[in-house]
Protein backbone atom coordinates (compact mmCIF):
# COMPACT_ATOMS: atom_id res chain seq x y z
CA UNK A 1 0.00 0.00 0.00
CA UNK A 2 1.90 3.19 -0.96
CA UNK A 3 1.90 6.19 1.67
CA UNK A 4 -1.19 8.95 1.42
CA UNK A 5 0.18 11.90 -0.30
CA UNK A 6 -1.56 14.47 1.96
CA UNK A 7 -0.38 12.70 5.44
CA UNK A 8 3.03 12.65 4.13
CA UNK A 9 3.02 16.19 3.42
CA UNK A 10 1.87 16.67 7.28
CA UNK A 11 4.59 14.29 7.97
CA UNK A 12 7.28 16.24 6.38
CA UNK A 13 6.04 19.53 7.93
CA UNK A 14 5.73 18.14 11.58
CA UNK A 15 9.43 16.58 11.15
CA UNK A 16 10.56 20.13 9.88
CA UNK A 17 9.03 21.50 13.03
CA UNK A 18 10.12 19.17 15.36
CA UNK A 19 13.70 19.57 13.77
CA UNK A 20 14.07 23.77 13.50
CA UNK A 21 17.32 24.98 11.90
CA UNK A 22 20.22 26.33 14.29
CA UNK A 23 20.12 29.82 14.17
CA UNK A 24 23.06 31.61 15.91
CA UNK A 25 22.48 35.51 16.27
CA UNK A 26 20.74 36.74 13.27
CA UNK A 27 21.68 34.41 10.52
CA UNK A 28 20.63 30.62 10.05
CA UNK A 29 23.72 28.52 10.13
CA UNK A 30 25.38 27.58 7.04
CA UNK A 31 29.07 25.82 6.65
CA UNK A 32 31.96 27.50 5.37
CA UNK A 33 34.03 25.90 2.67
CA UNK A 34 36.12 23.42 3.92
CA UNK A 35 38.21 22.61 0.97
CA UNK A 36 41.42 19.89 1.81
CA UNK A 37 44.64 21.48 0.30
CA UNK A 38 46.22 19.49 -2.56
CA UNK A 39 49.43 21.42 -3.25
CA UNK A 40 51.22 19.19 -1.34
CA UNK A 41 50.39 15.94 -3.54
CA UNK A 42 52.38 15.11 -6.27
CA UNK A 43 51.05 13.27 -9.57
CA UNK A 44 53.55 12.59 -12.54
CA UNK A 45 52.05 13.72 -16.25
CA UNK A 46 52.37 10.32 -17.34
CA UNK A 47 52.40 6.49 -15.50
CA UNK A 48 53.47 3.84 -16.72
CA UNK A 49 52.79 -0.22 -16.02
CA UNK A 50 54.63 -1.12 -12.74
CA UNK A 51 56.08 -4.53 -13.95
CA UNK A 52 59.12 -6.99 -12.58
CA UNK A 53 59.73 -3.82 -9.76
CA UNK A 54 59.66 -0.77 -11.82
CA UNK A 55 57.99 1.52 -14.08
CA UNK A 56 57.84 0.94 -17.56
CA UNK A 57 56.23 2.24 -20.75
CA UNK A 58 54.12 0.25 -22.73
CA UNK A 59 54.94 -1.91 -25.17
CA UNK A 60 51.38 -1.10 -26.71
CA UNK A 61 52.80 2.11 -27.20
CA UNK A 62 49.13 2.91 -25.64
CA UNK A 63 47.59 6.23 -23.26
CA UNK A 64 44.88 7.20 -21.82
CA UNK A 65 43.78 10.18 -19.65
CA UNK A 66 42.48 9.91 -16.27
CA UNK A 67 40.16 12.67 -15.28
CA UNK A 68 38.78 14.52 -12.13
CA UNK A 69 34.88 13.45 -11.81
CA UNK A 70 34.34 16.65 -10.05
CA UNK A 71 35.84 18.80 -12.82
CA UNK A 72 36.47 16.79 -15.74
CA UNK A 73 39.98 18.19 -15.71
CA UNK A 74 42.54 15.66 -16.46
CA UNK A 75 45.35 14.10 -13.70
CA UNK A 76 47.37 12.49 -15.91
CA UNK A 77 48.01 10.12 -18.36
CA UNK A 78 47.99 6.47 -17.79
CA UNK A 79 49.44 3.20 -19.72
CA UNK A 80 46.74 0.91 -21.45
CA UNK A 81 48.76 -2.30 -21.51
CA UNK A 82 48.31 -4.91 -24.30
CA UNK A 83 48.92 -8.61 -24.58
CA UNK A 84 52.38 -8.34 -24.43
CA UNK A 85 52.39 -6.07 -21.73
CA UNK A 86 50.41 -8.50 -19.81
CA UNK A 87 52.43 -11.52 -20.56
CA UNK A 88 55.92 -9.64 -19.26
CA UNK A 89 53.78 -9.34 -16.31
CA UNK A 90 52.45 -12.66 -15.91
CA UNK A 91 56.10 -13.74 -16.51
CA UNK A 92 57.78 -11.55 -13.84
CA UNK A 93 54.96 -12.85 -11.46
CA UNK A 94 56.40 -16.64 -12.04
CA UNK A 95 59.61 -15.60 -11.91
CA UNK A 96 59.25 -14.26 -8.37
CA UNK A 97 56.83 -16.93 -7.07
CA UNK A 98 59.80 -19.01 -7.37
CA UNK A 99 61.26 -17.19 -4.36
CA UNK A 100 58.63 -15.75 -2.56
CA UNK A 101 56.64 -19.21 -2.02
CA UNK A 102 59.61 -20.06 -0.26
CA UNK A 103 60.38 -17.27 1.99
CA UNK A 104 59.29 -18.26 5.56
CA UNK A 105 55.76 -16.80 6.45
CA UNK A 106 57.23 -14.60 9.20
CA UNK A 107 59.28 -12.56 6.56
CA UNK A 108 56.83 -12.59 4.29
CA UNK A 109 54.55 -10.82 6.94
CA UNK A 110 57.12 -8.58 7.29
CA UNK A 111 56.69 -7.62 4.15
CA UNK A 112 52.74 -7.20 4.17
CA UNK A 113 53.15 -5.08 7.48
CA UNK A 114 55.44 -2.37 6.02
CA UNK A 115 53.13 -2.53 3.68
CA UNK A 116 50.33 -1.83 5.81
CA UNK A 117 52.49 1.03 7.79
CA UNK A 118 53.42 2.77 4.77
CA UNK A 119 49.69 3.32 3.80
CA UNK A 120 49.29 4.56 7.28
CA UNK A 121 52.07 6.85 6.76
CA UNK A 122 50.42 8.63 3.76
CA UNK A 123 47.28 8.11 4.64
CA UNK A 124 46.85 11.51 3.76
CA UNK A 125 48.11 11.56 0.49
CA UNK A 126 45.96 8.67 -0.58
CA UNK A 127 42.71 9.73 0.85
CA UNK A 128 43.11 12.96 -1.83
CA UNK A 129 44.56 11.14 -4.61
CA UNK A 130 41.64 8.41 -4.06
CA UNK A 131 38.83 11.71 -3.82
CA UNK A 132 40.54 13.37 -6.83
CA UNK A 133 40.36 10.54 -9.11
CA UNK A 134 37.06 8.95 -8.20
CA UNK A 135 34.83 11.50 -7.22
CA UNK A 136 33.93 10.48 -3.21
CA UNK A 137 33.60 12.84 -0.54
CA UNK A 138 36.86 13.42 1.22
CA UNK A 139 35.95 12.50 4.97
CA UNK A 140 34.72 8.86 3.56
CA UNK A 141 38.39 8.44 1.71
CA UNK A 142 40.25 9.42 4.73
CA UNK A 143 38.22 7.61 7.28
CA UNK A 144 36.88 4.52 5.72
CA UNK A 145 39.02 4.17 2.38
CA UNK A 146 42.38 4.68 3.72
CA UNK A 147 42.29 3.35 7.66
CA UNK A 148 40.34 -0.06 6.23
CA UNK A 149 43.06 -0.92 3.46
CA UNK A 150 45.81 -0.50 6.19
CA UNK A 151 43.76 -2.51 8.45
CA UNK A 152 43.75 -5.34 5.77
CA UNK A 153 47.35 -5.20 5.41
CA UNK A 154 47.51 -5.26 8.86
CA UNK A 155 45.41 -8.17 9.44
CA UNK A 156 47.20 -10.53 6.91
CA UNK A 157 50.46 -9.64 8.07
CA UNK A 158 49.27 -11.42 11.23
CA UNK A 159 48.40 -14.90 9.40
CA UNK A 160 51.54 -14.85 6.90
CA UNK A 161 53.24 -17.65 9.39
CA UNK A 162 50.33 -18.82 10.87
CA UNK A 163 48.59 -20.79 7.92
CA UNK A 164 48.70 -24.25 9.20
CA UNK A 165 46.45 -23.34 12.64
CA UNK A 166 43.95 -21.28 9.71
CA UNK A 167 43.67 -25.17 7.96
CA UNK A 168 44.77 -27.35 11.20
CA UNK A 169 45.48 -31.07 9.88
CA UNK A 170 45.65 -30.23 6.48
CA UNK A 171 49.13 -29.20 4.23
CA UNK A 172 48.34 -25.50 3.00
CA UNK A 173 50.37 -24.48 -0.33
CA UNK A 174 50.39 -21.08 -2.03
CA UNK A 175 48.30 -21.41 -5.52
CA UNK A 176 50.45 -19.24 -7.75
CA UNK A 177 50.25 -16.01 -9.92
CA UNK A 178 46.84 -14.87 -9.30
CA UNK A 179 45.26 -12.31 -11.27
CA UNK A 180 43.02 -9.23 -9.83
CA UNK A 181 40.83 -7.16 -11.47
CA UNK A 182 39.44 -4.15 -9.14
CA UNK A 183 36.40 -1.94 -9.65
CA UNK A 184 36.47 1.79 -9.68
CA UNK A 185 34.09 1.95 -6.65
CA UNK A 186 36.69 1.77 -3.85
CA UNK A 187 40.15 1.23 -5.48
CA UNK A 188 42.78 1.40 -2.87
CA UNK A 189 40.30 -0.21 -0.19
CA UNK A 190 39.77 -3.47 -3.20
CA UNK A 191 43.23 -3.18 -3.98
CA UNK A 192 44.17 -4.43 -0.47
CA UNK A 193 41.25 -7.11 0.29
CA UNK A 194 42.65 -8.95 -2.81
CA UNK A 195 46.66 -8.21 -2.59
CA UNK A 196 46.96 -8.59 1.45
CA UNK A 197 45.55 -12.40 1.52
CA UNK A 198 47.28 -13.49 -1.80
CA UNK A 199 50.72 -12.04 -0.32
CA UNK A 200 50.18 -13.73 2.97
CA UNK A 201 50.17 -16.83 1.30
CA UNK A 202 52.65 -16.70 -0.54
CA UNK A 203 51.16 -15.98 -3.72
CA UNK A 204 52.34 -13.39 -6.41
CA UNK A 205 50.09 -11.02 -8.06
CA UNK A 206 49.28 -9.34 -11.57
CA UNK A 207 46.81 -6.31 -10.48
CA UNK A 208 44.48 -4.23 -12.85
CA UNK A 209 42.69 -1.16 -11.33
CA UNK A 210 39.71 0.07 -13.33
CA UNK A 211 40.46 2.50 -16.10
CA UNK A 212 38.54 5.26 -14.38
CA UNK A 213 39.99 4.99 -11.49
CA UNK A 214 44.31 4.06 -11.71
CA UNK A 215 45.88 6.62 -10.02
CA UNK A 216 45.70 5.26 -6.22
CA UNK A 217 47.22 1.54 -7.53
CA UNK A 218 50.10 3.65 -9.11
CA UNK A 219 50.92 5.37 -5.54
CA UNK A 220 50.49 1.76 -4.61
CA UNK A 221 52.91 0.53 -6.39
CA UNK A 222 55.27 3.81 -5.05
CA UNK A 223 54.59 1.97 -1.80
CA UNK A 224 55.63 -1.39 -2.42
CA UNK A 225 59.22 -0.36 -4.10
CA UNK A 226 59.52 1.90 -0.82
CA UNK A 227 58.77 -1.25 1.16
CA UNK A 228 61.42 -3.28 -0.29
CA UNK A 229 58.95 -5.81 -2.04
CA UNK A 230 60.66 -8.49 -4.16
CA UNK A 231 60.55 -7.37 -7.77
CA UNK A 232 57.49 -9.55 -9.72
CA UNK A 233 55.84 -10.41 -6.41
CA UNK A 234 53.39 -7.52 -7.49
CA UNK A 235 53.34 -6.19 -11.12
CA UNK A 236 50.01 -3.53 -11.82
CA UNK A 237 49.15 -3.23 -15.28
CA UNK A 238 46.69 -0.50 -16.40
CA UNK A 239 43.64 -0.79 -18.69
CA UNK A 240 40.24 -1.39 -19.55
CA UNK A 241 38.23 -4.02 -20.28
CA UNK A 242 40.94 -5.38 -23.29
CA UNK A 243 43.71 -5.80 -20.41
CA UNK A 244 41.39 -7.75 -18.42
CA UNK A 245 40.53 -9.47 -20.74
CA UNK A 246 44.27 -11.03 -21.77
CA UNK A 247 44.95 -11.33 -18.19
CA UNK A 248 41.79 -13.61 -17.67
CA UNK A 249 43.09 -15.90 -20.71
CA UNK A 250 46.56 -16.00 -19.80
CA UNK A 251 47.89 -19.78 -19.05
CA UNK A 252 49.85 -18.71 -16.53
CA UNK A 253 47.74 -17.40 -13.84
CA UNK A 254 46.36 -19.99 -11.53
CA UNK A 255 43.46 -18.00 -10.25
CA UNK A 256 41.47 -14.80 -10.98
CA UNK A 257 39.96 -12.98 -8.42
CA UNK A 258 37.51 -10.06 -9.99
CA UNK A 259 35.14 -7.06 -8.61
CA UNK A 260 33.00 -5.66 -10.73
CA UNK A 261 29.38 -6.24 -12.64
CA UNK A 262 27.65 -9.75 -12.85
CA UNK A 263 27.87 -8.92 -16.91
CA UNK A 264 31.53 -9.15 -16.87
CA UNK A 265 32.12 -11.70 -14.25
CA UNK A 266 29.63 -14.30 -16.28
CA UNK A 267 31.75 -13.44 -19.04
CA UNK A 268 34.84 -14.46 -17.40
CA UNK A 269 33.30 -17.73 -15.80
CA UNK A 270 32.09 -18.51 -19.34
CA UNK A 271 36.14 -18.02 -20.37
CA UNK A 272 37.33 -20.03 -17.17
CA UNK A 273 35.08 -22.89 -17.56
CA UNK A 274 37.03 -26.62 -18.61
CA UNK A 275 40.19 -24.50 -17.16
CA UNK A 276 42.19 -25.12 -13.93
CA UNK A 277 42.62 -22.26 -12.59
CA UNK A 278 40.18 -21.06 -9.57
CA UNK A 279 38.32 -18.04 -9.46
CA UNK A 280 36.19 -15.75 -6.80
CA UNK A 281 33.54 -13.16 -8.34
CA UNK A 282 32.07 -10.35 -6.46
CA UNK A 283 29.42 -8.79 -8.51
CA UNK A 284 26.47 -6.76 -8.20
CA UNK A 285 23.91 -6.50 -6.14
CA UNK A 286 20.11 -5.03 -4.83
CA UNK A 287 20.43 -5.00 -1.51
CA UNK A 288 17.12 -4.77 1.05
CA UNK A 289 16.90 -3.05 4.15
CA UNK A 290 14.41 -3.80 5.93
CA UNK A 291 12.72 -1.38 8.76
CA UNK A 292 10.17 -2.90 11.10
CA UNK A 293 7.46 -1.12 13.36
CA UNK A 294 9.42 -1.61 16.40
CA UNK A 295 12.70 -0.12 15.01
CA UNK A 296 14.49 3.33 16.60
CA UNK A 297 13.10 5.08 13.84
CA UNK A 298 16.04 7.86 13.56
CA UNK A 299 18.18 5.54 13.85
CA UNK A 300 16.98 3.41 11.22
CA UNK A 301 17.05 6.52 9.00
CA UNK A 302 20.66 7.32 9.39
CA UNK A 303 21.34 3.56 8.43
CA UNK A 304 19.31 4.19 5.37
CA UNK A 305 21.29 7.38 4.43
CA UNK A 306 24.31 5.44 5.20
CA UNK A 307 23.45 2.20 2.63
CA UNK A 308 22.48 4.22 -0.20
CA UNK A 309 24.17 7.77 -0.34
CA UNK A 310 27.28 6.45 1.24
CA UNK A 311 30.25 7.12 -1.69
CA UNK A 312 27.29 8.26 -4.19
CA UNK A 313 25.62 4.64 -3.97
CA UNK A 314 28.19 3.27 -5.79
CA UNK A 315 28.33 0.64 -3.60
CA UNK A 316 27.90 -3.29 -4.85
CA UNK A 317 26.19 -3.84 -0.98
CA UNK A 318 24.02 -0.95 -1.35
CA UNK A 319 20.66 -0.35 0.66
CA UNK A 320 18.93 0.28 -2.64
CA UNK A 321 15.55 -1.06 -1.71
CA UNK A 322 13.73 -0.07 1.47
CA UNK A 323 11.12 -2.20 2.67
CA UNK A 324 9.47 -0.50 5.40
CA UNK A 325 6.06 -2.17 7.61
CA UNK A 326 3.37 -0.28 6.35
CA UNK A 327 1.59 1.25 9.66
CA UNK A 328 5.16 2.92 9.77
CA UNK A 329 5.95 3.87 6.55
CA UNK A 330 4.29 7.46 6.22
CA UNK A 331 6.25 8.55 9.65
CA UNK A 332 9.85 6.96 8.63
CA UNK A 333 9.28 8.71 4.59
CA UNK A 334 8.83 12.32 6.11
CA UNK A 335 11.94 11.43 8.73
CA UNK A 336 13.69 10.18 5.84
CA UNK A 337 13.13 13.31 3.92
CA UNK A 338 13.86 16.03 6.26
CA UNK A 339 17.27 14.14 6.65
CA UNK A 340 17.80 13.74 3.04
CA UNK A 341 17.56 17.62 2.63
CA UNK A 342 20.40 17.95 5.24
CA UNK A 343 22.97 16.02 2.50
CA UNK A 344 25.53 18.59 1.20
CA UNK A 345 25.96 18.14 -2.58
CA UNK A 346 29.28 19.44 -3.95
CA UNK A 347 32.81 19.45 -4.34
CA UNK A 348 34.60 15.95 -2.77
CA UNK A 349 37.34 17.69 -1.70
CA UNK A 350 35.62 19.81 1.02
CA UNK A 351 35.30 18.35 4.01
CA UNK A 352 31.80 18.82 4.58
CA UNK A 353 30.43 17.39 1.69
CA UNK A 354 27.90 14.44 2.26
CA UNK A 355 27.45 13.24 -1.47
CA UNK A 356 30.48 13.61 -4.30
CA UNK A 357 30.64 13.53 -7.73
CA UNK A 358 29.67 9.97 -10.21
CA UNK A 359 32.38 8.22 -11.09
CA UNK A 360 32.05 9.05 -15.13
CA UNK A 361 30.13 10.44 -17.61
CA UNK A 362 28.72 7.03 -18.15
CA UNK A 363 27.87 5.65 -14.94
CA UNK A 364 26.05 9.37 -14.85
CA UNK A 365 24.29 8.46 -17.88
CA UNK A 366 23.29 5.65 -16.68
CA UNK A 367 21.52 6.57 -13.24
CA UNK A 368 19.37 9.35 -15.73
CA UNK A 369 18.26 6.63 -17.72
CA UNK A 370 17.02 4.26 -15.12
CA UNK A 371 15.68 7.30 -12.71
CA UNK A 372 13.75 8.00 -16.07
CA UNK A 373 12.59 4.65 -16.33
CA UNK A 374 11.03 4.90 -12.62
CA UNK A 375 9.18 7.77 -13.79
CA UNK A 376 8.09 6.66 -16.78
CA UNK A 377 6.61 3.14 -15.12
CA UNK A 378 5.12 5.68 -12.58
CA UNK A 379 7.27 5.36 -9.24
CA UNK A 380 6.88 9.07 -7.78
CA UNK A 381 10.63 10.59 -8.02
CA UNK A 382 11.44 12.41 -4.76
CA UNK A 383 14.55 14.73 -4.89
CA UNK A 384 15.93 17.60 -2.88
CA UNK A 385 16.38 21.30 -4.39
CA UNK A 386 20.24 21.71 -4.24
CA UNK A 387 22.26 23.40 -6.95
CA UNK A 388 24.64 21.00 -8.35
CA UNK A 389 27.95 22.40 -9.71
CA UNK A 390 28.11 23.62 -13.11
CA UNK A 391 30.83 21.39 -13.76
CA UNK A 392 31.78 17.61 -13.34
CA UNK A 393 29.61 14.75 -12.91
CA UNK A 394 26.55 15.24 -10.28
CA UNK A 395 23.09 13.89 -9.30
CA UNK A 396 21.45 14.52 -6.42
CA UNK A 397 19.92 11.99 -3.62
CA UNK A 398 17.02 10.75 -5.36
CA UNK A 399 14.19 8.38 -3.18
CA UNK A 400 10.78 6.98 -4.98
CA UNK A 401 7.64 6.05 -3.45
CA UNK A 402 4.82 4.41 -4.98
CA UNK A 403 7.38 1.61 -6.27
CA UNK A 404 6.34 -1.80 -7.99
CA UNK A 405 8.55 -5.14 -7.56
CA UNK A 406 8.54 -5.34 -11.49
CA UNK A 407 9.80 -1.82 -11.77
CA UNK A 408 13.69 -1.94 -13.27
CA UNK A 409 14.39 0.35 -10.50
CA UNK A 410 13.64 -2.33 -7.99
CA UNK A 411 15.34 -5.03 -9.57
CA UNK A 412 18.58 -3.59 -11.50
CA UNK A 413 21.38 -2.34 -9.44
CA UNK A 414 21.77 1.71 -10.92
CA UNK A 415 25.17 2.14 -8.52
CA UNK A 416 24.10 5.89 -7.83
CA UNK A 417 22.21 7.60 -5.23
CA UNK A 418 18.54 6.23 -5.93
CA UNK A 419 16.38 4.45 -3.64
CA UNK A 420 13.26 2.34 -4.16
CA UNK A 421 10.42 2.46 -0.96
CA UNK A 422 8.66 -0.39 -1.23
CA UNK A 423 6.24 -1.71 1.84
CA UNK A 424 5.33 -4.71 3.61
CA UNK A 425 2.79 -6.00 6.03
CA UNK A 426 4.30 -9.26 7.40
CA UNK A 427 7.86 -10.60 8.21
CA UNK A 428 6.72 -13.53 5.23
CA UNK A 429 5.97 -10.86 2.78
CA UNK A 430 9.14 -8.75 3.21
CA UNK A 431 11.89 -12.11 3.23
CA UNK A 432 9.89 -12.67 -0.17
CA UNK A 433 10.17 -9.06 -1.61
CA UNK A 434 13.94 -9.03 -0.63
CA UNK A 435 14.81 -12.87 -1.84
CA UNK A 436 12.83 -12.04 -4.75
CA UNK A 437 15.95 -11.14 -6.91
CA UNK A 438 18.80 -12.44 -8.99
CA UNK A 439 20.85 -10.63 -6.58
CA UNK A 440 22.25 -12.36 -3.09
CA UNK A 441 25.24 -9.90 -2.02
CA UNK A 442 23.47 -8.32 1.13
CA UNK A 443 20.43 -6.71 3.36
CA UNK A 444 19.83 -5.01 6.24
CA UNK A 445 16.92 -5.73 8.86
CA UNK A 446 15.92 -3.03 11.94
CA UNK A 447 14.26 -3.88 14.62
CA UNK A 448 14.30 -4.33 18.45
CA UNK A 449 13.94 -8.05 19.11
CA UNK A 450 16.61 -9.89 19.19
CA UNK A 451 14.84 -13.19 18.15
CA UNK A 452 13.08 -11.34 15.09
CA UNK A 453 16.80 -10.31 13.50
CA UNK A 454 17.85 -14.35 13.68
CA UNK A 455 14.51 -15.43 12.50
CA UNK A 456 15.12 -12.90 9.38
CA UNK A 457 18.57 -13.71 8.68
CA UNK A 458 18.24 -17.12 8.49
CA UNK A 459 15.57 -16.84 5.61
CA UNK A 460 17.56 -13.69 3.99
CA UNK A 461 18.81 -15.21 0.97
CA UNK A 462 22.60 -12.52 1.12
CA UNK A 463 26.23 -13.18 1.88
CA UNK A 464 26.27 -10.47 4.43
CA UNK A 465 22.86 -9.66 6.75
CA UNK A 466 23.42 -6.22 8.95
CA UNK A 467 21.45 -5.65 11.88
CA UNK A 468 20.44 -2.46 13.13
CA UNK A 469 23.35 -0.89 11.01
CA UNK A 470 24.41 -1.08 7.45
CA UNK A 471 27.82 -0.92 5.49
CA UNK A 472 29.98 -1.83 8.21
CA UNK A 473 33.16 -3.95 7.16
CA UNK A 474 36.02 -5.23 9.12
CA UNK A 475 39.43 -7.42 7.42
CA UNK A 476 38.12 -10.61 10.15
CA UNK A 477 34.76 -10.27 8.21
CA UNK A 478 34.04 -12.60 5.04
CA UNK A 479 32.34 -11.13 2.65
CA UNK A 480 30.91 -11.91 -0.55
CA UNK A 481 27.41 -13.25 -2.02
CA UNK A 482 25.18 -15.41 -3.19
CA UNK A 483 23.30 -16.42 -6.82
CA UNK A 484 24.20 -13.60 -9.51
CA UNK A 485 26.24 -11.80 -6.84
CA UNK A 486 28.99 -13.91 -7.03
CA UNK A 487 30.93 -16.83 -5.10
CA UNK A 488 34.05 -16.70 -2.88
CA UNK A 489 34.60 -14.75 0.26
CA UNK A 490 36.97 -12.04 0.46
CA UNK A 491 38.21 -11.00 4.46
CA UNK A 492 38.61 -13.35 7.49
CA UNK A 493 39.53 -16.94 7.30
CA UNK A 494 37.33 -17.70 4.68
CA UNK A 495 39.33 -14.95 2.36
CA UNK A 496 42.56 -16.66 3.22
CA UNK A 497 41.47 -20.10 1.81
CA UNK A 498 40.78 -18.58 -1.47
CA UNK A 499 44.55 -18.32 -2.44
CA UNK A 500 45.84 -21.98 -0.73
CA UNK A 501 45.25 -25.26 -2.30
CA UNK A 502 44.54 -26.96 1.05
CA UNK A 503 45.28 -30.72 1.64
Same mark, same amino acid.
Given at each position: ???????????????? /???????????????????????????????????????? /???????????????????????????????????????????????????????????????????????????????????????????? /????????????????????????????????????????????????????????????????????????????????????????????????????????????????????????????????????????????????????????????????????????????????????????????????????????????????????????????????????????????????????????????????????????????????????????????????????????????????????????? /??????????????????????????????????????????
Amino acid at each position: MAPNPMKFVDGVARVK /AERPALEFGTGVFEYAPAPEATDHVRLEPRYGLFVDGGFV /APKSERWFDTVNPATEEKLAEVADAGEADVDAAVKAARAAFRTWSKLAGAERGKYVYRIARLIQEKARELAIVETMDGGKPIKEARDVDVPL /AAAHFFYHAGWADKLPWAFPGRSVAPLGVCGQIIPWNFPLLMAAWKLAPALAAGNTVVLKPAETTPLTAMKLAEILREAELPPGVVNIVTGAGETGAHLVNHPGVAKIAFTGSTEVGKLIQRALAGTEKRLTLELGGKAANIVFADAALDQAVEGIVNGIYFNQGHVCCAGSRLLVEESIEEDLLARLDWRIRQLRVGDPLDKNTDVGAINSRAQLEKIRELTRCGVEEGAHLHQPECALPARGFFFPPTYFTHVAQSHRIAREEIFGPVLAVMSFRTPDEAVEKANNLAYGLSAGVWTDKGAKIFAMTKRLR /AGVVWANTFNKFDPTSPFGGYKESGFGREGGVHGLEAYVEVS
